[in-house]
């Protein structure tokens, strides 16, 4: 799981713990990333690793996921839950924050597609893949530009990755959040009005808890859904289907 030491990362690392299974969790901050995996550990029992990675260092994912493998002893699932904002529109961003922006929250995914791919196929049918995109994905945001860009590319990685690794029984899906109390969010809900406004225009009346995304990672995950792959589910409370955002 990347971004595993906070947000939806930490709740799907709780979530998957909670059913049996054995977790790595990523982050760039390797202290908050040890912090979950005791969590999963003393209060599941499960065998679980925390790894201080930067999932932009393409060169450092090799020894990651051999890391990885040797604390849990295989691995049957990706979760890719790391992501930044960088709010600036676009005729102010600069050549940096957008490839930041597409790197960690795009970029990553692929490549740590590809270095956990070996390891997937040897987990056997079942394996399965989940990006966390977001209704940004189908809606414009004037000062998030990269991060709609990068969130809607990982509907089209999903798809890619579907067609490709279909035939090794591994699965591919997104979900796509709406509005969720994460470290993410927390900048724009410090503006007056905004966490009122937003629960305004939610159709259920609430913010999403991280854990309503991650309940959804790990349906994905499961052999519950074992006959989906290539598609994205969208867990917004109603937001876009009311034309909220």
């Known amino acids: 799981i ?21 977790v790595a969790i990523w982050d760039r901050d390797g202290t908050a990333a040890r912090r979950v995996a005791r969590r999963c550990t003393d209060e599941y029992g499960v065998r679980a690793a925390g790894l201080k990675v930067d999932v932009t260092k393409t060169g450092t994912l090799k020894a990651a996921v051999k890391r990885s493998l040797t604390e849990l002893g295989r691995i049957g699932g990706f979760v890719h839950s790391a992501g930044i904002g960088g709010a600036v529109p676009l005729t102010l961003i600069d050549d940096a924050s957008w490839d930041e922006v597409l790197d960690v929250n795009l970029r990553a995914g692929a490549t740590i597609t590809r270095e956990l791919h070996p390891a997937l196929v040897a987990g056997g049918p079942g394996s399965a893949i989940v990006y966390v995109s977001s209704i940004e994905s189908a809606v414009g945001h004037a000062f998030l530009p990269a991060y709609c860009a990068s969130k809607a590319g990982l509907l089209g990685l999903t798809r890619s990755a579907c067609a490709l690794l279909g035939p090794d029984g591994i699965r591919v899906n997104s979900v796509c959040p709406g509005a969720v109390e994460t470290p993410l969010l927390a900048p724009l809900l410090e503006i007056p009005g905004a966490r009122e406004n937003l629960i305004t225009h939610t159709p259920l009346g609430r913010l999403a808890q991280p854990e309503d995304i991650a309940s959804v990672i790990r349906f994905l995950l499961s052999d519950e859904a074992a006959y989906i792959s290539g598609t994205s589910i ?8 009311v034309g909220a955002v």
């Open 2 to 22: 990347t971004g595993g030491g906070s947000g939806i990362g930490l709740a799907t690392a709780l979530a998957l713990a909670e059913v049996g299974r054995a």
């Open 234 to 241: 969208t867990v917004d409370g109603g937001m876009t289907a």
